[in-house]
RNA sequence: GGCCCUAUCGUCUAACGGUCAGGACAUCAGAUUUUCAAUCUGGUAAUCAGGGUUCGAUUCCCUGUAGGGUCACCA
């Protein structure tokens, strides 16, 4: 039964339940499949596990093949996208790519119940007609008792007969296994090494609820088969289901495939990675801004690493420096600040028209702009219009400042706002006086006044400024008050960079209303 | 509770049985700065415990401890 599939493609799956938002635990999973079955030359399959009807969702189907386009994670075959704008999820079916397709499970019911038949036929698998009650009480008992709390009922011992004539009575029933007593059951992980079960500890466990309702263990071992599946790379948590899958293909005369069991990846409570412990949803890191190479950069090396001191990594690198062997055994905690880490740097990488694309949206969705016309846009506070390339000296100014983009909006309210509402004191640099400050706003605003409208740029501003910086006591004295007359913020970039974006009539108005604070 | 998996700085991790146990994030200090960021320099910080095996264990074995996963008519 340990017949290899040896000699044969290499080809993986990603077999996600579309029964919430994809996560991150998904992503992590699919990626590993993903670049196991790149560098092999071979292919990754995208399958949708949606036997559970009542929790599987089409929107949720359509919300993970949505995020994996943004990722940039493409699979060989599998669902893509139909063509075209607004779905209507109620008819909402995929286009298939690929030779096994169907690639959803509800539409390959016929199939399982070919084999589900084949199962019963043979005495390999059974009708159950115990209650649920009855089998929880059981269940309860031999917990009680140290036993492995598994199904003993009497059902294994109906004969056909029997078996049928419950069946015409209409009684409740539900297809089990028949488990073979006190087997090993083992198989050599390809992370964990050799692991071993004992088939007593699992039972006659349940493999459809009927003919037209097959149940997960059951139906990805055919599946898998089916789409000639080479290599199982899934997270940890199916470590304990591997033994029956491996019964199931043995009665089934399947190949058994290559599995290997990804660590799992953990919250901050060292749990597996929940809703309670950090965010989980691909989307929310999307909304937030993070950036979908950032998050590939990152989920790789959680649990992996190439073995030297690269730590930056495209898909396409990661795809020719992955290697199994380099996967850890051990769960890893998600680590949100070495994220923002590599996501900054990301976003510093790219180029100033691209971040200012990609930032376009946020000013949008905060109110700050809308777009009028091709490269021309209007701040809604003030109906100016602004066009792109100003925007993009906005842009500029934050660039290094981001961890994420959603900030940019903190960063960068004082571009669009009509008036800036700040306290007294924010324009004070240290011990300075009124008086001082005054002074020191003064000698900005004529400094801004005494450049033409052409010449009002950052490298003339910072010239003229820090000469007469110089010749304060503390270049502070100046700067500060300038700077924060103009953002109204505590930090932010240089002055003079910030009135150039501004322009001299936006800095010029911001520095007499901070100069009307001290009269 | 049964079964299974795991164990190096706070976190992610490197180290054919021989290294001052290395790197990155975070953190701390310094340089640069009007502020913040970015950048550069430097520092603090780890082999879970106890037994073996060995000339020599982070590394191999055993026991313990701790953490995790799983025991559905979910996947």
């Not at 399958?47 to 995020?67: A, G, H």
């Not at 209409?170 to 079960?197: H, M, Q, T, Y």
């Not at 003064?442 to 501003?461: A, Y």
Request: charged residues 30%.
């Amino acid at each position: 039964m340990t017949e290899k599939k040896e000699n044969l493609k290499v080809r993986t799956r990603f077999a996600p339940s579309p029964t919430g938002p994809l996560h991150i635990g998904g992503v992590r999973t699919a990626l590993f499949n993903y670049l196991f079955s790149k560098k092999n030359k071979g292919d990754f399959v995208l399958r949708i596990e949606d036997t559970d009807m009542e929790r599987s969702k089409k929107e949720w189907e359509y919300d993970l093949i949505k995020n994996f386009e943004w990722l940039q994670i493409a699979w060989d075959e599998g669902p893509v996208l139909p063509e075209g704008g607004e779905i209507d999820f109620k008819n909402y079916k995929p286009a298939y790519l690929g030779q096994h397709a169907p690639y959803r499970q509800s539409e390959r019911k016929e199939l399982y119940k070919k084999y589900l038949q084949e199962l019963l036929d043979q005495g390999k698998a059974y009708y159950c007609f115990c209650t649920k009650e009855d089998v929880e009480a059981q269940k309860e008992y031999l917990m009680s008792i140290g036993e492995p709390p598994v199904y003993r009922g009497k059902c294994r011992d109906l004969t056909k007969k029997e078996a049928e004539e419950c069946l015409k009575q209409g009684k409740d029933s539900v297809i089990r296994f028949r488990c073979p007593v006190n087997r090993k059951l083992a198989f050599d992980d390809l992370i964990r090494g050799r692991v071993e079960f004992n088939s007593d500890i699992m039972g006659d466990f349940v493999i459809a609820k009927d003919m037209e309702n097959p149940l997960y263990n059951f139906v990805v071992v055919v599946d898998d088969d089916e789409m000639e599946i080479s290599h199982v790379i899934r997270g940890e948590e199916h470590l304990s289901n591997t033994p029956k899958q491996l019964l199931l293909i043995e009665a089934l005369g399947f190949r058994v495939p290559q599995y290997a069991h990804l660590p799992l990846i953990l919250g901050t409570d060292k749990k597996k990675l929940s809703k309670r412990t950090g965010e989980t949803s691909v989307a929310q890191y999307k909304k937030e801004g993070y950036l979908p190479e950032a998050l590939i950069n990152f989920i790789a090396f959680l649990g992996w690493n190439p073995g030297t001191d690269k730590e930056i990594y495209s898909l396409a690198e990661l795809v020719s420096d992955f290697s199994m062997e380099k996967i850890q055994k051990a769960g890893a905690i998600f680590n949100i600040e070495k994220l923002m880490w590599i996501n900054g740097f990301y976003i510093r990488k790219k180029t100033l028209k691209e971040l200012t694309e990609l930032l376009l949206p946020y000013w949008e969705e905060a109110g700050f702009i809308e777009k009028k016309s091709f490269n021309i846009y209007s701040v809604k506070e003030t109906g100016e219009e602004i066009e792109f390339e100003k925007l993009e000296k906005i842009a500029a100014l934050y660039q290094e400042r981001l961890k994420k983009l959603s900030e940019i909006i903190e960063f960068t309210d004082l571009f669009f706002k009509k008036n800036l509402i700040y306290e007294k004191e924010l324009l004070r640099w240290k011990q300075m006086a009124d008086a001082e400050v005054a002074e020191s706003l003064k000698e900005s605003l004529s400094i801004i006044m005494g450049l033409t409208e052409k010449d009002f740029n950052k490298s003339n501003l910072e010239k003229i400024l820090m000469a007469e910086a110089e010749k304060m006591a503390n270049r502070g004295n100046l700067l500060w008050p300038l700077r924060a007359a103009l953002t109204g913020k505590k930090t932010s970039a240089g002055p003079a960079e910030i009135a150039e974006a501004l322009g001299k009539e936006k800095s010029a108005e911001r520095i007499k209303k901070a100069l009307s604070l001290f009269s």
